[in-house]
T-cell receptor
Framework: GNSVTQMEGPVTLSEEAFLTINCTYT??????LFWYVQYPGEGLQLLLK?????DKGSNKGFEATYRKETTSFHLEKGSVQVSDSAVYFC??????????FGSGTRLQVQP | KAGVTQTPRYLIKTRGQQVTLSCSPI?????VSWYQQTPGQGLQFLFE???????NKGNFPGRFSGRQFSNSRSEMNVSTLELGDSALYLC????????????FGQGTRLTVV
């Protein structure tokens, strides 16, 4: 079956530090890959996505590249802000409108 | 345009009772999916509806059911509530056929006591 593995959190960084959150996946077929973000007390918001190998998704300074050879979709940001503190979820969809999520990584950014 | 609306935002129920949660998708979205979020199991897919038909179902017992109306609004029902059903229930809508981006509501926080 499909599965997504994310690095354990929490990840604690100082403001303006570089961020990497690792994500690897197992899937049948050719999934679309997503990063969602969840702020306290809120639902999920789509951060970025990539639908085929070597695609790079980007939004709000965050980037992730769909690497088929390593089955990875690592999230990166060059300079984090306090407002980026949230829980980040990596997810995949094989076209069945059923997202498979990782366990989530909590990011805490300190001023 | 208005986002995905879930009602109610919070619910407290007693073991053995049943509960119905509601989701209004973004206008024009015909696909509605439901997810359960718990600290132990994370985010898990419950089911997906399109044009009033359930197309996909996750690995949940039959106590969890849902339906979709002709205006795409959806409800999910949980019967014979158990303590373990306490969770944040999230609804997501999407435009089928364009891309797989799902827009999530803020969720309904269900507490079973």
């Amino acid at each position: 079956g499909n599965s997504v593995t994310q690095m354990e959190g929490p990840v604690t960084l100082s403001e303006e530090a570089f961020l990497t959150i690792n994500c690897t996946y197992t899937a049948t077929g050719y999934p679309s890959l997503f990063w969602y973000v969840q702020y306290p007390g809120e639902g999920l918001q789509l951060l970025l996505k990539a639908t085929k190998a070597d695609d790079k998704g980007s939004n709000k300074g965050f980037e992730a590249t769909y690497r088929k050879e390593t089955t990875s979709f690592h999230l990166e940001k060059g300079s984090v802000q306090v407002s980026d503190s949230a829980v980040y979820f990596c997810a995949l969809d094989t076209g069945r409108r059923a997202l498979t999520f990782g366990s989530g990584t909590r990011l805490q950014v300190q001023p | 345009k208005a986002g995905v609306t879930q009602t109610p935002r919070y619910l407290i129920k007693t073991r053995g009772q049943q509960v119905t949660l509601s989701c209004s998708p973004i206008s024009g979205h015909r696909s509605v999916s439901w997810y359960q979020q718990t600290p132990g199991q994370g985010l898990q897919f419950l089911f997906e509806y399109f044009s009033e038909t359930q197309r996909n179902k996750g690995n949940f017992p039959g106590r969890f059911s849902g339906r979709q109306f002709s205006n795409s609004r959806s409800e999910m029902n949980v019967s014979t509530l158990e303590l373990g059903d306490s969770a944040l229930y999230l609804c997501a809508s999407s435009i089928l056929g364009q891309d797989t981006e799902a827009f999530f509501g803020q969720g309904t926080r269900l507490t079973v006591v």
